[in-house]
T-cell receptor, first 114, second 117 residues
Framework: AQSVTQLDSQVPVFEEAPVELRCNYS??????LFWYVQYPNQGLQLLLK??????LVKGINGFEAEFNKSQTSFHVRKPSVHISDTAEYFC????????????FGTGTRLTIIP | DTGVSQNPRHKITKRGQNVTFRCDPI?????LYWYRQTLGQGPEFLTY????????KSRLLSDRFSAERPKGSFSTLEIQRTEQGDSAMYLC???????????????FGEGSRLTVL
C-alpha cells in the first residue's frame, strides 16, 4: 500500500521569503503525485500534479514542485510568498491514472507573517 | 456558483441518530467521490461513483454508511446509528472520467461537518 508523509505540520514564513513544503511517499509501484491547497473556508483545490515526463512541474499561484524518484519525494516550493498563500497544503498520491482513490498526507499549514 | 455543492454545511446530532448529507457535483461531471477528514488528518477515501454505479468502497465505510447516486446526478451519504467516532468533515468531489494525458482533476466541495454528541 502507498503512504504519504508530510513531516512539517506547520510552516511559518515571512512575506516575500521563499518556502518549501516537503512531501515523501512510499510505494512499491509507480505513482501519480499531487499537491492540493485548502484556503480558509474553501474546498480543496489542485495546486499542481506530476503524471509523467518532466520532473519539474509548475502549478497555480507561482508554485512549482520537483519529482525525485530516487528520494521518493515531491517537495513544492515558491520563491516569494504572499499573504494570500496562507492555507493548508496537502500532498497526495494515486496508483491510478484516473486518481480515483487519492491517499493524502496529514497536511502542512503555511502561515505567512507580514 | 457552478462548483460542487454540499448540504448541510454543519450537522450536530446525538449518538444513535441517522444523518444524511447531500452532494451536488459539477453538472457535466460523471464521477463523484466521498472522502472523510478528521481533525489533524488528511482526507481519507470512502467511495466513488461513475454515473450511478458505485465502483469502489473503502473498508472505512462500515455497514452503517451507505452512499447512493440515483440517476447519476447528486449523491447522498447516509450514516445510521451515528457514533462519536463519526465526527468529521465529509468531503465530496467530482470529476470527468480521465482521458490521457489528463487525469480528470478532482473538484472538491467545502464539506459537511458532522458533530456527534
Amino acid at each position: 500500500a502507498q503512504s504519504v508523509t508530510q513531516l512539517d505540520s506547520q510552516v511559518p514564513v515571512f512575506e516575500e521569503a521563499p518556502v518549501e513544503l516537503r512531501c515523501n511517499y512510499s510505494s512499491s509501484v509507480s505513482v501519480y503525485l499531487f499537491w492540493y491547497v485548502q484556503y480558509p473556508n474553501q474546498g480543496l483545490q489542485l495546486l499542481l500534479k506530476y503524471l509523467s515526463g518532466s520532473t519539474l512541474v509548475k502549478g497555480i499561484n507561482g508554485f512549482e514542485a520537483e519529482f525525485n524518484k530516487s528520494q521518493t519525494s515531491f517537495h513544492v516550493r515558491k520563491p516569494s510568498v504572499h499573504i494570500s498563500d496562507t492555507a493548508e497544503y496537502f500532498c497526495a498520491v494515486s496508483l491510478n491514472f484516473g486518481n480515483e482513490k487519492l491517499t493524502f498526507g496529514t497536511g502542512t499549514r503555511l502561515t505567512i507573517i507580514p | 456558483d457552478t462548483g460542487v455543492s454540499q448540504n448541510p454545511r454543519h450537522k450536530i446530532t446525538k449518538r444513535g441518530q441517522n444523518v444524511t448529507f447531500r452532494c451536488d457535483p459539477i453538472s457535466e461531471h460523471n464521477r463523484l467521490y466521498w472522502y472523510r477528514q478528521t481533525l489533524g488528518q488528511g482526507p481519507e477515501f470512502l467511495t466513488y461513483f461513475q454515473n450511478e454505479a458505485q465502483l469502489e468502497k473503502s473498508r472505512l465505510l462500515s455497514d452503517r454508511f451507505s452512499a447512493e447516486r440515483p440517476k447519476g446526478s447528486f449523491s447522498t451519504l447516509e450514516i445510521q446509528r451515528t457514533e462519536q467516532g463519526d465526527s468529521a468533515m465529509y468531503l465530496c468531489a467530482s470529476s470527468l472520467s480521465p482521458r490521457r494525458p489528463n487525469t480528470g482533476e478532482l473538484f472538491f466541495g467545502e464539506g459537511s461537518r458532522l458533530t456527534v454528541l
